[in-house]
């Protein structure tokens, strides 16, 4: 049993850009599938599909890397919120990664979506995930 899917889910991508593998494959839930749809349209990953062949269904990750230098899109993904110890943040005090470089992945009330879009919005959420 996976007490933190999103850890979990995570974990997977890191291992899998540190093997240098090209497509990772993981168990779906939806807000996977969110997460993995803002992680396509910020340009982190190539791309993804979703297969629905067992009951949970599973997602296709293909990782982005240069072309010439093979360094992964992806250098760190850090998960901040934990089921141990949840962090919210608000509006005015919803983080930067690397100083507006990296993505802070947020699940808000209108969805998942990164620091930037919940700004823009002017709304506040649970803090996922720090992607640069």
């Known amino acids: 049993m996976n007490t933190d899917p999103i850890a979990d889910y995570l974990t997977r991508v890191r291992n899998a850009i540190k093997a240098n593998h090209r497509v990772v494959e993981i168990p779906a839930s939806n807000l996977k599938k969110e997460i993995t749809k803002v992680l396509f349209d910020k340009g982190y990953i190539a791309n993804y599909k979703f297969e629905d062949t067992t009951v949970q269904g599973i997602i296709k990750i293909a990782l982005k890397y240069h072309p010439v230098t093979k360094v992964p899109a992806i250098r760190t993904l850090t998960r901040v919120s934990k089921p141990g110890l949840r ?42 995930c720090y992607v640069h």
């Open 87 to 128: 962090k919210y943040s608000g509006v005015d005090s919803m983080p930067r990664v690397l100083n507006g470089l990296g993505i802070a992945v947020v699940s808000t009330s209108k969805g998942v979506m990164t620091d930037k879009e919940a700004r823009n919005l002017n709304i506040g959420g649970e803090v996922l």
